[in-house]
Structures are given as C-alpha cells and as structure tokens.
C-alpha cells in the first residue's frame, strides 16, 4: 500500500534553492550519490567482518547506468539497503534538517552562496541539481524486511510503497530534467567519474567497465611498496610529467587523520609552473585541487594526493581558513616535508646537491615563509660558489671566514646574479682570493634578505655593487700616483666626458691590474629599487627612477695618466667609459654606434 506524505520543513519552494546554490558546480551530484553507494557498500562489509550480518556479500560494487531513452540516470549498490522506516529517517527527517537549516542560512545571508556552501549534509538532495523526480529501490539487509519504493518530484510531498527487489541494496534513479540532459551522454558521465571516484575504495562500474582503483598506494604501507610503486603512481596520476626526483609518504592517525603522497616534480628553468597539481580526498573521495590552506603556501608547486575524513567533502574556502585540524594539518605536512629532505642530504648528499636545482625553490620560499621551516632547513639548504661546489651555510662561513671580514669584522659574503654579465666583477674579485656565490633564481633577492637578518655580523654584496677594494673594506690605505690636482682635472674630464647626471664620478686609486674606469650600481639603492618593485612598503616612487651608478676612475691606471696629457682627452675618457658600458652589456643604440666609429677613428689616428 502506497503511503504519501509531506517533509516537514519551515519554509517553502526549498528545491529551488538547493538547484541553484547548493554547489557552484552541478556536476557534484554524482560524487555525492556514488560516495553514499560507497558508504553503504563498506557498511554491509564491516557488519559482515563482526558478524552481525551472516548473508554472501556477494561482489560487491557500484554501477552506474545512463538510459538515454528512458532519460534516466541510476546509481546500484548492494550494500546494507533501508527498510521503509529507515527511509522516512535518514531521507526524510534527517537530510531534509539539515536541508531546511541550509535554507535558513541562505536567507540570513542575502544568498551569498560562498559563505553557505559545504556547511550542511546534503549529498542526497543534490540529484534535484539534474533530475525533476527522485526514485529510491531498496531493500535492507536485515532477515525479513521489505523492499520499499520512494519517490519525491521536487517538492516537499514524498510517497512510499511497496517495491519488487529481490538483492539487498539500493538503486537510486534519477529522472533527468530538461535543463540537465548533458547528464544523459555516457562520455560526460565517464568524465565526472574519472574526475571525483577514481579512487574510490570500492568498485565502480560504468558500461561494463571497472573505471576505479579501489586500492590507491596511499591505503597501503610504505615498507610495501617499491620506488617503482611511487613512479607508477605518479604516472598514473600526471602522465605527461617527467619523473619526480622523490616523493613523501604521509601517514598519521594523531591527533587528526592524514594519508597520502607528495612528489618533489622537476621544475622547469623558466619557472612557469602549473599549480594546483596536490588533490584533496576525503576517504578517497575527490573534494578539490585548491589545497592553498591545507598545504603551506611554499609547497603548492609539489604534486601528489592528500587523503584526510577530517576535511568534510562539501568543503568550502571559510572552512580551510578557520579549521583547527586544516591548521595542523598543514603544520605537519611543513614539518614531514623538512624531516625528508634533512634526511636525503644526511643519507645521500651526492643526490641531494645534484637535485639541489630543482628543489632549492622549495626549500629557500619555505625559509622565508615559516619560521620553523627555517630552523630546521638551515641546516641542509645549499650555496652554491661560481666554482660550482655546495656548502651549507656553517660550512661556507668557515670556508670564507679567513680571508672575507671587514675592518668591522663583519663577514662578507659576496654573489653573482648573473655570472655571464658580472664576469669581469667575478674575476677581479677571485684575483683577490674572495669566493663568490650564485644566487640567480627569482627567489634569491628576498633570500639575501633573510640571511643577513638570521645571520650574526654577516652581510651579503653583489660583485658589481662596489670596486673590488671597497667590496670589502680594511684600513688599508691605498698609494696614487696623481696627486690631488690632478685627481681633481681628471674628475672633470670624465664628467665632461660623461655628461650623465645618473652617473657620479669619483677618481680612487685602485691597483694599477684593474681596469681603467669601473661602473658599480651601490647595493643599498639597488636593493630599494627592487623593494619598491615589489611592492615594498612606502618606496613605490623608486621603482620609476632611473639607476644611479658610481663611475670610479682608476687614478693608477696607466690609460689615466694618459687621459690627463692626451690632445683630445675628453674623447679618450669618453672611450674608456664606453668599452666599461660595453663589458656590461649596458651600451647600445646610438652610443653603440658613436663607439664603433670612434674606435676606428682612434686606431686610425694611431
């Protein structure tokens, strides 16, 4: 006998609501009704695994079937099943509660959907998104009990009757509506599957074809698998990547619940990165690959899976931010990640400096976003010199504490950031025995930073920031041949010479070896100017402002001395400026052209 009915809710025209706003995306419905399948699929297994229920299990699975004809789309499982009762509970009353409370949010908050959605157990009344009529077939496990019908087109009148059913288990069937017949086409269906239950820990069944690995590697324990294992994973999971140069296992069950893998990918030398590459599961259930406040923020460029029940499938971005457990989360994924990598540098150093390239990104954002990253990462994070050999930070402090302190006994530590173009300022600074670093990623500048605000009496200088004499100053007084006259005459001449008010002259007496005329951009103004292209605060203007270089004359060089006595001197000077733009890279254009003719006209003349 068919018994009919109303839901009990407090508001009216409620269908409509959950269609247009209970997720961003329609296409959810499918993961919700296959991980309920699931759901009463592992529960017939557990009741089964303590006894209390004694029947065959049967093989079991979820199929999902599209009938184009019949425009209807069905979800089968044959696990624990529903009693009628049960149906007029767990469908009816307490579903529908936390429908009627969605609601009531809803209005409170003027439908702003981003601040409601993922707050409410909905799963089931998801399929009114895409179906205008709802069946549910079922017949429960329990010794006795009979099949049961129920059906509800989208309002709150709902109807039960006797059903014909002979396995346990239930069949949802949902009849497509008009604006939802993209749902009828099997290829879409197959799409949303692949997308949401690839993983899922039983089999799903689509067109006759198992399209799910039930047993995905991060269910499993580490000492069972083998590195091909995590390399066949990680194929399956990015086929067009290259292979990753090492991977996480993550596994804890205190104080939240935690599983998955996370690979260290090879990064490009462009740095042109595609994010989004760690999804998130819950119980094996994709939820999203927008993991920003799951995973520390350094840590978005890996790839790879996160498994957490603590993390509900209908997620919203307020809950990430706000939960307790999505904050320990995350503060264990930093600490896992910086326990693995102190391990591979302490177990394999060899592997660890050749992968430094691709991994030093990582580890340098991790440094300067967490404090706690950087307390243990200062121990395995790498410099490299130009000579191409690594040392930790201890070790290259030591390496360079005899020859590079100061007068102030600060010690400097000097970098290329571009070995090619500061060459000659490389070389003249290895003529004086310095070591010089390469620090040449997008990251570097802000790393430099930080180095000099963790390190103790410890500054970092760019080879081309200062002559090589002052890179390091001592209270060495160094002798000129010119005296303070003629020092002064060949200020003049260059500055006529010149003629850039962006470029301040000074005359020093540097060794007589060194070049003729040195162009240096002071580090304290480049490194603003940087600053205020980032955005840094309250130096905005500088970013516009042209660079003022230090142009030092030579007083010892002996093309100096012949500056001051030459017929055209000021041609002269003006020659020895250039090839000093020309060393780097900095002449071009119509300068460029005025060189190469007064070149010629000079060697001619001589």
């Not at 557990?46 to 999902?64: A, N």
């Not at 205190?254 to 042109?272: A, Q």
């Not at 706000?322 to 600490?335: H, L, P």
């Not at 005899?402 to 400097?412: G, P």
């Amino acid at each position: 006998m068919e018994e009919r009915g109303n839901i009990s809710i407090h508001t009216e025209n409620i269908f409509p609501i959950i269609k247009k706003f209970l997720y961003s995306d329609h296409e959810i419905f499918l993961r919700e009704l296959v991980s309920n399948a699931v759901d009463a699929t592992q529960k017939i297994k557990r009741l089964s695994s303590i006894g209390e229920y004694k029947g065959d299990l049967g093989e079991l699975k979820v199929t999902v079937a599209v009938d184009k004809d019949a425009r209807t789309i069905t979800i089968s499982d044959n696990g624990i099943g529903m009693t009628a009762e049960e149906i007029k509970k767990y469908i009816n009353q307490i579903a529908f509660s936390g429908a009627t409370e969605f609601v009531e949010r809803y209005k409170e908050t003027g439908g702003e959907k981003d601040q409601i959605i993922g707050q409410f157990g909905l799963g089931f009344y998801s399929a009114f998104m895409v179906a205008e009529r709802v069946e549910i077939v079922t017949k429960s496990h329990k010794d006795g009990s009979e099949p049961a019908h129920w059906t509800c087109d989208g309002s709150t009148e709902f109807a039960i009757a006797p059903a014909h059913k002979e396995t346990r288990g239930t069949n949802v069937i949902l009849n497509v509506a008009q604006d939802s017949e993209e749902f009828l086409e099997p290829m879409r269906i197959r799409t949303i599957l692949d997308k949401y239950c690839k993983f899922l820990p039983v089999p799903v069944e689509f067109e006759g074809e198992i399209i799910n690995n039930p047993n995905p590697i991060w269910t499993k324990q580490p000492a069972d698998l083998t590195d091909e294992d995590y390399k066949a994973f990680y194929k399956e999971l990015y086929p067009m990547s290259e292979a990753p140069l090492f991977w996480i296992h993550l596994n804890v069950d205190y104080p939240f619940n935690l599983t998955g893998i996370l690979y260290f990918p090879k990064l490009k030398n462009d740095f042109e990165i595609q994010r989004n590459k760690i999804q998130l599961y819950s119980r094996q259930v994709f939820i999203t690959d927008e993991v920003k406040d799951v995973v520390p923020e350094f840590l978005m460029l890996l790839h790879g899976i996160i498994d957490s029940p603590d993390i509900p499938l209908n997620v919203s971005r307020s809950f990430l931010q706000a939960d307790s457990s999505v904050k320990k989360i995350n503060t264990y994924i930093t600490k896992k990640v910086a326990d693995k990598l102190n391990e591979i540098f302490k177990k394999d150093r060899t592997a660890f400096e050749t992968n430094w390239d691709d991994i030093s990104v990582f580890v340098k954002y991790g440094m300067l976003s967490d404090d706690k990253f950087y307390e243990k990462a200062k121990d395995f994070v790498l410099l490299q010199s130009t000579e191409g050999k690594y040392y930790t930070i201890e070790e290259y402090k030591a390496q360079v504490a005899a020859n590079q302190q100061d007068k102030n006994e600060q010690l400097v530590l000097l970098y290329t950031s571009d070995a090619d173009k500061q060459h000659a300022y490389v070389e003249a600074a290895q003529n004086r025995s310095y070591d010089v670093l390469k620090l040449d990623t997008v990251i570097d500048s802000h790393f430099i930073g930080m180095l000099e605000q963790k390190l103790e009496k410890t500054t970092l200088k760019r080879v081309d920031s200062e002559t090589v004499d002052k890179l390091i100053e001592r209270d060495e007084a160094k002798e000129s041949v010119l005296n303070d006259t003629e020092k002064e005459d060949l200020k003049g001449v260059y500055e006529q010479a010149i003629d850039n008010k962006n470029m301040m002259v000074e005359v020093a007496p540097l060794s007589p070896d060194d070049a003729p005329v040195v162009i240096t951009l002071p580090e304290f103004m480049r490194r603003m100017k940087d600053m205020s292209r980032a955005g840094g605060g309250g130096m905005m203007f500088m970013g516009d402002m042209p660079d003022t270089y230090n142009v030092t004359v030579n007083a010892n060089h002996p093309l100096n001395q012949r500056v001051l006595k030459a017929e055209e001197r000021t041609k002269l000077a003006r020659q020895a400026f250039d090839l000093a733009l020309l060393s780097q890279n900095m002449l071009s254009g119509a300068a460029l052209t005025n060189f190469v003719k007064r070149s010629f006209d000079i060697m001619t003349k001589e």
